[in-house]
């Protein structure tokens, strides 16, 4: 119960502060009495939960425990205030148990219960704020002596420490502000706000005037915004707002969605609880502010229209970002080898994040990895429990791949001219653009009262057909304005460029598929990490179609966004593709010394082919001699092979990313 009494202590600190926040904004907070799971948990919700907390029993907990925490929170929501209600869920991804025999004939129970809980406005589903939380309840019985009524005891313990956990940091981190910017002018169908990027106001924002007219944020300068109507009238002159949980920082940063491949995470850990580690462990330190996406959004909504007069007639839309990071943990094992010394051995965990910046054309723009090596001495058998330590490694990986992402992903803009009208050709001297890639039009209309300096405005979509002597062949756009406006010479199309970096080749690159294995030794994790590092490494437009997929899996037509991606034809259609190959040729090990102490070797070859149809146009390769860490003699098999697996994925992952920047200086690709 200590850390149940810890946070509902954290609760009432926090109280006074947070309670001023939210009393000072128009939100208000509607608890769901409901407790939601995904409908296919994958085995992740252990069935003696789901007994000991029934959905019935530990919805009315919770909306009995958010209560105390909110008081001011309403009972109903009246359809006057939905703009501005925050129906409150709380969902669980995990609920598991197992179990370590010690040696002293006892064995330690753990009960560990992971969820989130998501603050989302009722209209739009945008999630305004989301924590996730880990509760271990924990339990020393006798070897085989647990019954299934401790065990939902356990549960019931585990259930009851998270609801307290998530909502004192709620309680904490909860304080809603206002971002407002004024209506100055409207140009044919589109309206000049005085504030932008600098004053938190951000593409896709939807903002609202006090009778309820909303306009959706298209384009967002440092200074100022463009907005487009998207209920009701937009007056000059007309005040719009909406409230945010995030910082002034975050809000200047461009937005991204979190994609977590669900095939390459640990079978214990939920993805959403991976994409919420990782998001957390983001922060302040990169370039990007993270969009939340609520899930189960339709099953909350549809339990709280069952309860309140909250209607479903009234469904806003908000547009996706204009970028995405997929994520994947491609490794993540553990092993234990003895040591020289008596009732001693090491237990060692290695976990590799990786993580793709990729735009709504399916372009790669960055690419990167995080790392955790740590290792525990086990002694008589006692160290922190396997399960545990594991959920440790990851995080330390994220970690790590957060502040390389903080450290290395900067922003930058350029402006390109229209040198044509007809037919449509903009400037690209510096190889900065790729066919396919998407495009905005902008027109400087000059100043506007009110508005400092002078204002762009964008006013046509289109993308880039082909590419040619410095310049970009556009095809058939859009319209953004209500009267259209046909593009002239001089009009602009700013590009966000990574690290200011230029297309060594405007040549389109995708993988050819899954990494082939020569030879009787298999690697799994090398085709995730050799297809990152060539993403990572290689000067030319790389393709990640498989992106798409991942972004419907995630919003779907429910989460209330206006478009579903499809798939542009320059992802679909690269000029080559990248096929990884490696054979590993393992050599007898070496033994010496007394106690006798051995190590593994082997002989790493990785090969990039580039296809063009079934043509291997060019290839490249290197080779290196690996020794394995040393181990004593009749160390379990398992063992000794996953630890010697870690240095050789290491080994090879290096390997495919110095062929990847080696294959810039090739000919074949000139563009």
């Known amino acids: ?87 409150s869920s709380v969902q669980i991804a995990r609920a598991s148990s197992y179990t370590v025999d010690k040696v002293d004939g006892t064995t330690d129970v753990l009960a560990p219960v992971s969820g989130s809980l998501y603050f989302t406005n009722a209209v739009s589903g945008e999630v305004l704020y989301t924590v996730a939380a880990t509760y271990y309840a924990r339990a020393t019985v006798a070897k085989g002596s647990l019954d299934a009524a401790r065990r939902q005891a356990m549960f019931q313990e585990a259930w009851r420490g998270l609801v307290a956990e998530l909502l004192a940091r709620a309680r904490s981190q909860f304080k809603p502000h206002t971002v407002a910017a004024t209506v100055k002018r409207d140009w044919n169908g589109l309206y000049l706000l005085d504030r932008g990027r600098e004053a938190g106001v951000a593409k896709g924002d939807l903002l609202s005037d006090a009778e309820g007219n909303t306009l959706e944020v298209v384009h967002a300068a440092p200074g100022y915004a463009v907005g487009t109507a998207s209920l009701g009238k937009i007056a000059r002159g007309a005040s719009f707002a909406r409230e945010t949980n995030a910082d002034l920082n975050e809000l200047k940063r461009p937005r991204v969605m979190v994609l977590v491949d669900t095939a390459g995470v640990p079978a214990a850990m939920p993805p959403e609880i991976v994409g919420q580690l990782f998001t957390d462990q983001l922060g302040a330190k990169a370039a990007l502010s993270v969009v939340q996406v609520n899930p189960l959004f339709t099953q909350v909504l549809e339990t709280a229209f ?27 094992r553990s092993f234990e080898l003895p040591s020289s010394l008596k009732g001693r051995s090491v237990r060692s965990y290695r976990t590799v994040a990786t993580a793709e910046l990729v735009d709504r054309s399916g372009r790669v723009i960055f690419a990167t990895r995080g790392t955790d090596r740590g290792d525990d001495e086990v002694v008589a058998g006692m160290a922190l429990d396997e399960a545990s330590r594991r959920e440790v490694s990851l995080k330390n990986a994220l970690l790590d791949l957060a502040a390389r ?16 009208n007809a037919p449509l050709r903009l400037q690209d001297r510096d190889g900065m653009l790729a066919p396919g890639a998407q495009l905005t039009l902008f027109r400087n209309i000059g100043r506007v009262d009110g508005i400092a300096g002078e204002v762009r405005v964008p006013f046509f979509d289109t993308a880039v057909e082909s590419l040619d002597a410095g310049a970009a062949q556009l095809g058939a756009g859009l319209a953004l304005t209500g009267t259209p406006v046909a593009p002239a010479v001089g009009d602009l199309a700013l590009v966000d460029t990574v690290n200011g970096v230029k297309h060594a080749t405007r040549r389109r690159f995708a993988a050819c598929g899954p990494a082939e294995q020569l030879g009787a030794m298999a690697l799994p994790a090398f085709g995730e990490l050799a297809y990152n590092s060539f993403a990572g490494g290689y000067r030319a437009p790389w393709y990640s179609p498989a992106v798409f997929a991942q972004v419907q899996d995630l919003v779907g037509p429910d989460t209330r ?80 092979k996953n630890a010697f697996d870690s240095n050789l994925l290491d080994a090879a992952g290096k390997l495919a990313g110095d062929i990847a920047a080696g294959l810039n200086n090739q000919k074949f690709n000139s563009p």
């Not at 909250?310 to 996706?320: Q, V």
């Not at 992402?405 to 044509?420: D, N, R, T, V, Y």
Request: aromatic share 8%; glycine share 6%; net charge positive.
């Open 1 to 87: 119960m200590k850390h149940r009494l810890l946070a509902c202590a954290l609760v009432a600190a926090c109280a006074l502060g947070s309670a001023q926040a939210l009393a000072a904004s128009a939100l208000k907070l509607y608890p769901v009495r409901g407790l939601f799971q995904p409908a296919n948990d994958a085995g992740l919700i252990h069935a003696a939960f789901r007994e000991a907390v029934p959905a019935a029993a530990g919805g009315d907990y919770f909306q009995g425990e958010f209560r105390k925490a909110f008081p001011d929170a309403v009972t109903n929501v009246a359809d006057k205030d939905r703009r501005f209600t925050l129906v």
């Open 306 to 332: 069952s309860s309140t007069a909250l209607s479903n007639e009234h469904r806003g839309k908000r547009e996706l970002p204009d970028y995405f990071l997929r994520l994947s943990i491609p490794e993540s």
């Open 405 to 420: 992402i903080g450290s290395e992903l900067k922003f930058e803009q350029s402006a390109l001219a229209l040198e044509s």
């Open 561 to 640: 966004f206006k478009a579903r991606l499809a798939p542009v034809a320059a992802s679909a259609a690269a000029d080559y593709c990248a096929q990884a190959v490696y054979r590993i040729d393992p050599a007898p090990p070496t033994c010496s010394g007394e106690p006798r102490v051995c190590q593994d070797h082997a002989t790493v070859r990785i090969t990039w082919r580039i296809r063009q149809g079934e043509q291997v146009v060019a290839r490249s390769g290197l080779e290196s001699k690996v020794a394995g860490a040393g181990y004593l003699d009749g160390a379990p098999d398992a063992a000794r």
